[in-house]
């Protein structure tokens, strides 16, 4: 059974990091166009520039767009991350310790997914491989890249 689930892994996380990816595209997008229920669930949108709303949410949608595609997938996913502790702390942990007491559950949640995705790469299904796998005329093709199998 192990055998199997460990083969599996690969694709596994790729459909968790296209997920994750449009998930916090979805968020970029709603606070940014005012799709989605808009910024907040009003309908409305964040004014343009204002700190931190505005680039959090240009970071929402092109790091979620970079992850849903697998391009770039560990930068994407590190900037991601880091952005998402930051509301963590910033925004959320002042009122009350704990994910829900103080409405962080999504940034805290994001912020760990994202993580995850800096140390594992993008898994099956990302631009990140085909990219990789097209050699050019004068040099031999690389090998594919592994992804770590967890004990």
Same mark, same amino acid.
């Not at 910033?90 to 103080?102: D, G, I, R, T, Y």
């Given at each position: 059974m192990s055998g199997r689930l460990d083969s599996a892994q690969?694709? %596994? *996380? $790729?459909l968790f990091r296209i997920v994750v990816g449009l998930l916090f595209a979805c968020h970029g997008a709603a606070s940014l166009f005012g799709v989605l229920g808009g910024a907040s669930g009003t309908g409305g949108t964040?004014?343009?520039g204002t700190w931190p709303g505005w680039y959090a949410a240009v970071i929402q949608l092109v790091g979620g767009g970079l992850v849903l595609l697998g391009l770039g997938t560990r930068a994407a996913a *590190?900037? +991601? +991350?880091?952005s998402m502790a930051y509301a963590y702390f910033?925004?959320?942990?002042?009122s009350a310790l704990w994910p829900m007491?103080? $409405?962080?559950? %999504?940034s %805290?949640?994001?912020c760990w997914a994202f993580l995850l995705l800096v140390f594992t790469g993008s898994g099956a299904? $990302?631009?990140?491989?085909?990219l990789a796998r097209r050699p050019s005329g004068r040099e031999k093709p690389a090998a594919e890249p592994q992804t770590p199998v967890a004990a």
């Amino acid at each position: 059974m192990s055998g199997r689930l460990d083969s599996a892994q690969p694709y %596994a *996380l $790729g459909l968790f990091r296209i997920v994750v990816g449009l998930l916090f595209a979805c968020h970029g997008a709603a606070s940014l166009f005012g799709v989605l229920g808009g910024a907040s669930g009003t309908g409305g949108t964040i004014e343009s520039g204002t700190w931190p709303g505005w680039y959090a949410a240009v970071i929402q949608l092109v790091g979620g767009g970079l992850v849903l595609l697998g391009l770039g997938t560990r930068a994407a996913a *590190l900037v +991601s +991350s880091g952005s998402m502790a930051y509301a963590y702390f910033k925004v959320h942990q002042p009122s009350a310790l704990w994910p829900m007491e103080n $409405g962080g559950e %999504a940034s %805290a949640m994001f912020c760990w997914a994202f993580l995850l995705l800096v140390f594992t790469g993008s898994g099956a299904f $990302g631009l990140d491989r085909l990219l990789a796998r097209r050699p050019s005329g004068r040099e031999k093709p690389a090998a594919e890249p592994q992804t770590p199998v967890a004990a």
